[in-house]
């Protein structure tokens, strides 16, 4: 095995995964502090390719810039994975912990977010006819993250290949419930909300009149 800096570690998981993350996992290794600044620049990465694409390329109306959706795409959708996974994992007894979890998948999204920034400053110098170059590194960026994060959920918890690929299909189907709940008990947040609203305009006007 091999002793690195943090940012090392990093590096040894994106460009050596097999060996990566199981050193990761038996060294004990992996900052949360970067996987959350990688979070971070994934919701970066997601609001520069909604605002920063070249003209020729950006399909999105960019006057009209709403934060919400981007945060909930980036932020909302990593966090969700993190907690889906480990439930379902816990189930199927699975050796990772929360924060392993969380370290594994943030570093597993680096070739992603990389991809992303490195088409979103390329779009500004390509012409249309150009677009496959784009995709290609697109397409390249998202198949590396993905088989990174496969091989990161295959370390932490210590499974075989089929078993990994259930339980990766199964946090799927558990961050839909997830996320379907959420939107459920925000809905009657805002209910509730509208309700003690409307009794206290009510009582207002009365007291006044």
Known sequence: MYEFTPMGWLKHCIFHPIEGFEDLRWKK?????IALWI????????????QLV?????????KVFNVVPLLVQSVVY???WVIANWSVCTLLDGEGRLKQICINSAYSLVPYIVSVFLTVFLSNFMVLDEIIWLSAISYLGLGWSVILMFQA???VHQ????KTIASIVLTLAAMLIILFLMILLLSLF????????????????????
């Open 153 to 155: 959920m295959k370390a």
């Open 159 to 162: 499974y075989s290949v089929l």
């Open 54 to 62: 070249g003209f020729q390329f950006n399909q999105a109306y960019t």
């Open 78 to 80: 990593f966090f969700t």
């Open 190 to 209: 805002q209910q509730v909300y509208v309700f003690f609203y409307s009794i206290y305009t009510e009582v207002s006007y009365r007291i006044r009149g």
């Open 29 to 33: 290794q992996g900052s949360m502090k």
């Open 39 to 50: 979070v971070f620049f994934l919701f970066v990465a997601m609001v520069a390719n909604r």
